[in-house]
């Protein structure tokens, strides 16, 4: 068998396409099996995580209610009344007794509509007495010991679940503190829980199946609904994997085995506000029993499908068998490497025109490869060059950016120069000891003309030729001077600080007002008249506003971009240039309406800043000037980086584009371009008060039922 076996393709090919074919058939049953199961196995999960979320947020919001009812009966003046009478006089008071019977009304009325208060009692503030319960056989007993009873005195107190002393079956206990209608407390008012609700809130079954259960287990492995409680058959309680994690307060999901030992999914949790552990599972058999019918049609399918298949290949492999050989050991040499290697046609028919047609592919798969060869070298050049370009523009980017710091760096010294080089001719060493030196000369001069008011005839002469008096009458004004100097290079150099805030560079709330301010003294030099232009003029329009809170020396960047534009603007206008004083009118265009150019001086170049409060969450910032304005094709390019109309040398294009960052990004702000040739130009920034933080996604899933 084995020897014809080997010896027959035809039997080789039906033989091997069989076993390849129930292999297949099994494996894809398998894997289809292993896939359905992990699918179930995470669909059961999400199930059962949702049932556990539903049953625990039912729990809670029971719970809840109880606690709030309790609180609203301690609450009601009518019990506070009655309490306080009960609680202050003798139990044989007629007083007393009138207030015990209407408390009880109180209570009986509030328990018929709530069925889960199953007692309602009031202890005394000190021992703990009962003074009054709904189970009247209780009255006159002490809780002192009890931690309802403790708490209560101090904060609305839950006691999670328990064994009752009274009925032997698991209660709660709320309690809360009572005040005496003038707010002195006077005694805990308690309800015990009828747990029946809680029963049927973990017992529910929807989405567990036939087998499914949830339950709860408190700290001493015990059920805690009444229906399992201290059933015999656990005598040390119920134990399992799931239950002892979730007993070390863990929360989790897997396949494990039960207390009775069943394998089954499920889903484990500590609930620590109720002190209790929570467990939902079903059995894996009917867990995964969609997963085994699927697994078990597919096998039955394919066995059925390789059946005929394996009668189709015997009838082709008769007919083929020859032919075929010698294509495949073509095909092996191929597969080799080898594309040279060529089929034999044998036959005419279809066989014989595979045959050929594979010869065709060995022949195509060779120039093919030559192609592919060829290609892959030209890409391998292609992407060495991109990378070179990338890195190229990358540098020249950075340089850019650099330029761009670098030319904001030189304003600031071009000003900080301009404002130093006047004051600091006044600066003469130490100033305040010379000033005080030069007082106490002064006042030993004066004694000397008080004492020896005949000096020799040298110092007479001396002091003549020196004018004494005028320099005493003169040296109290150079002082000034000096010192009006020191100030001045003081007021210079804290603007400067101030405008660049280099040592802040988180958010901060700060005066919007003051970074224009020192922006301004920093370009005070180019307001002053240059050529045919008179100073600028600068108009203020500040509104009362809060501080803001920014990245101040970013926003700072954007208010000297801003300006330096607006003077650069000014500096190139043609329609202020004079000739014997005398303003050149310029043609205007009306493109767009300007809410605050129009209200400009026609005949002096002027800036306005302008800011105002917009819904009282928003600032506005506003930087107006008279100069020539912009075209429409140039705004619409404004914000770009890299266009600029400035010649070579003179901008990079990056200010206005950095300032759309600063503002938008940022700040999550808002700037925008309003212009019209000949009249002039208005940037517009708003931004909020206070930036929002940035929110990100939960990566956790949470699972939320009402």
């Known amino acids: 068998m084995i020897k014809f076996w080997k010896k027959s393709l035809m039997a080789r090919l039906v033989s091997s396409f069989s076993v390849l074919s ?110 009054l319960s709904t189970d009247e056989q209780i009255e006159g007993e002490y809780r002192v010991k009890n931690r309802y009873f403790t708490e209560g005195l101090k904060r609305t107190f839950v006691q999670n679940v328990y064994p009752s002393t009274a009925t032997g079956r698991p209660t709660m206990t709320i309690s809360t503190p009572l005040y005496a209608l003038n707010g002195e407390l006077i005694g805990v008012l308690g309800a015990h829980l009828n747990l029946e609700r809680m029963d049927r809130i973990i017992l529910e079954r929807t989405g567990l199946g036939e087998k499914g259960e949830a339950y709860l287990v408190d700290r001493f492995n015990l059920f805690v609904s009444a229906e399992r409680f201290g059933r015999q058959e656990f005598p040390r309680g119920v134990h399992s994997w ?3 994690r979730a007993l070390k307060a863990e929360d989790g999901f897997s396949i494990y085995r039960n207390y009775n030992n069943v394998s089954v999914i499920g ?30 049609t597919i096998f039955l399918v394919g066995l059925a499908a390789t059946g005929f298949l394996a009668v189709g290949v015997y009838l082709l492999a008769r007919q083929i068998a020859r032919p075929i050989l010698a294509i495949n050991q073509a095909a092996t040499q191929v597969a080799k490497g080898d594309l040279t ?4 046609t044998l036959t005419e028919d279809e066989v014989g025109v595979l045959a050929t047609t594979f010869n065709q592919m060995t022949q195509q798969l060779q120039r093919s490869s030559e192609q592919t060869a060829s290609y892959s070298r030209s890409l391998e050049q292609k992407a060495s060059q991109l990378e070179q370009a990338l890195v190229e523009v990358q540098s020249y980017q950075a340089q850019l950016v650099q330029s761009e710091k670098m030319s904001s760096l030189g304003q600031l ?30 006042e030993l001069i004066q004694l000397y003309q008080e004492h020896y008011p005949q000096p020799h005839s040298a110092i007479e002469k001396y002091r003549q030729e020196v004018d004494l008096d005028f320099i005493l009458e003169d040296l109290p004004s150079l002082l000034d001077s000096m010192k009006v ?38 370009l005070q030099h180019r307001l002053k008249s240059a050529g045919d232009r008179s100073d600028i003029n600068i108009i203020r329009d500040y509104e009362d506003l809060p501080q803001v809170e920014c990245f101040v020396g970013q926003l700072n960047q954007v208010f000297m971009n801003l300006l330096a534009n607006a003077l650069d603007a000014l500096e190139n ?59 429409p094709a140039v705004r619409q390019r404004l914000f770009d980086p890299f266009f600029t109309t400035k010649p070579v040398g003179k901008g990079t294009g990056l200010g206005l584009s950095i300032s759309y960052k600063i503002i938008v990004e940022k700040h999550q702000g808002k700037i925008y371009c309003r212009s019209a040739v000949g009249k002039g130009t208005e940037f517009m920034m708003e931004i909020p008060l206070k930036i929002a933080p940035t929110l990100t996604l939960d990566e956790h899933f949470l699972t939320s039922m009402e």
């Open 341 to 344: 290697a060529i089929a034999p």
């Open 22 to 131: 129930f292999t297949t058939v099994t494996l894809v049953g398998t894997v289809a099996f292993i896939r359905a199961k992990v699918e179930l196995r995470n669909l059961v999960f999400e199930r059962l995580t949702a049932i556990a979320n539903l049953k625990e947020d039912a729990l809670d919001l029971w719970v809840e209610a109880q606690q709030e009812a309790t609180v609203s009966l301690a609450q009601l003046s009518e019990v506070r009344s009655q309490a306080e009478i009960l609680l202050t006089r003798p139990e044989n008071d007629p007083q007393s007794q009138s207030a015990h019977y209407l408390l009880m009304q109180y209570f009986n009325s509030a328990m018929t509509s709530r069925p889960e208060l199953e007692e309602v009692f009031i202890l005394t503030k000190v021992g703990g007495q009962i003074r």
């Open 267 to 296: 889903v484990y949790r500590w609930l620590d506000d109720r002190e209790l552990a929570l467990l939902v599972e079903v059995e894996t058999l009917e867990a995964f029993a969609p997963a085994r019918q699927l697994a078990g």
């Open 413 to 442: 010294v071009a000003g900080v120069a301009h404002e130093i080089n006047n004051p600091v001719s006044f600066i003469h060493g130490n100033l305040p000891h010379a000033v005080i030196y030069i007082e106490e000369l002064c």
């Open 242 to 244: 799931a239950i002892d």
């Open 573 to 631: 206008c043609s329609k202020f240039e004079t000739q014997a004083h005398s303003f050149k009118e310029t043609a205007e265009s009306p493109e767009e309406d300007l809410c605050y150019v129009s209200h400009l001086p026609p005949d002096r170049p002027t800036i306005l800043l302008k800011t105002r409060l917009l819904e009282t969450q928003w600032v506005q910032i506003a930087i107006a000037d008279n100069g020539s304005g912009i075209s």
């Open 485 to 522: 100097g020191a100030d001045r290079i003081r007021q210079i150099v804290l603007s400067l600080r101030n405008f660049s805030r280099l040592d802040e560079s988180d958010r901060k709330a700060v005066n919007l007002h003051e970074g224009l301010e020192n922006t301004l003294l920093i």
